[in-house]
DNA sequence: CAAAAATACTTAACGGTGTTAAGTAAATCA
DNA sequence: TGATTTACTTAACACCGTTAAGTATTTTTG
């Protein structure tokens, strides 16, 4: 059935089509600006159109959601060439501080925004993955810093809840403006690194 | 002038009907549910006449994100009398989370929406009064440790951006739903304060 | 006291949003 | 060739924040 075929493949060119745009109209105007109308505006379709190739809103947010994973990972590439794994862990809160203050709409996206877990609520066969492989990297680290009696033993998810926790706490409320009265805005991204390594030298001490 | 002051009274008792509609409102429906047209059926007004107490949207925000800020000086009333500085250190931490968890809507327009940092933006008058306090008694705790040596001596707004940060990481991902894959549901707010207790312990040990 | 001005409020609109029911033209199948 | 499926659009529903213009009512002023 090569008929059939060719127009699967020109059905999978319109998705692909409706995504490269939204990732353009994402990159341009974040979430705010973000609609479906202005989509369809730019592939020169009408708004139904795009409703045939996603459920809603929501269904592509999870797809740029999971662009802005593979995005980060990048960020990470040479992670595994640093041997010692404390450093490491200081290397990989540093690039996830850097890859969320170079990306902000994208974090928000991943980190902050409710609309991608929806999506994930809805869809009952599929996972966060993006996430929970970031998650499994900082377990890994941490696991291997205690292994190698680097950091003080305790529970690896405790742990990594508490370090993730704080380098998300530091990235969103930069992003969000809420550092402005603690620190003069051009000694917030210095004063990130500070806290971090403040936090992963001390955890290291007895 | 009677008058005009009787005129004057009424003008605000119709600012704070609002004011008790919105907060009405955006307790029952959060960020998303809240529009300026509900609060004009909810006072039986039309839509303009609330234009004529606020510049906009974002303005009654601000003022219910300060209310907020009142609510978690609430759970703070009894922090003083501990004594011991890293005990209350403790306790402003628990304190933090249970408010995020007990109200996260105005946890969200708090501390995660842009919403009231942009009616900030506008009124060069007015600073981050709530936020600014809240600060205040956490950089005071974490000097009263330090002098008292119960922590590691450094820079105090660094600490500051450490713990605030951890806090309100745990916070956000944990009202966002980021922590699903990380620990059970039910187990989220215990690991959150090992989480917290875990650092602030691990800060202290020399 | 009447005219002018200010006050308090509304109607109606502008331009936007996500989403869906119903319709249409073209291609494919029987 | 007629029936059906496919791909897409038009038009609408029900919202949203915001504002220009209009309308009574009250107050001030000449």
Chains 1, 2 share one sequence.
């Not at 409706?18 to 109308?37: C, P, Q």
Request: aromatic share 10%.
């Amino acid at each position: 059935m090569g008929i059939s075929e060719r127009k699967e493949k020109q059905k999978a060119e319109l998705k692909q089509l409706i995504l490269d745009a939204s990732v353009k109209l994402f990159a341009a105007e974040g979430y705010e600006g973000f609609s479906m109308r202005k989509i369809a505006d730019m592939i020169e379709y009408s708004p139904t159109t795009v409703y045939l190739h996603y459920k809603d809103k929501n269904e592509i947010l999870f797809e740029l959601h999971e662009l802005g994973f593979q995005k980060m990972q990048s960020y990470n590439m040479d992670l595994f060439d640093i041997a010692n794994p404390l450093l490491r862990l200081h290397k990989l809160g540093e690039n996830y501080i850097r890859f969320g203050l170079d990306y902000p709409e994208f974090y928000n996206l991943m980190f902050i925004l409710p609309a991608p877990m929806e999506t994930l609520k809805t869809k009952l066969d599929c996972n966060w993955k993006g996430g929970d492989d970031a998650l499994q990297v900082l377990k890994g680290i941490i696991s291997e810093c205690m292994e190698r009696k680097l950091i003080q033993p305790g529970d690896v998810n405790v742990m990594a809840m508490a370090i993730w926790g704080m380098v998300h706490g530091l990235v969103s409320l930069a992003i969000r403006d809420r550092f402005a009265k603690l620190v003069d805005v051009c000694d917030v991204v210095p004063t990130m690194y500070k806290a971090l390594h403040w936090m992963v030298n001390v955890v290291e001490e007895k």
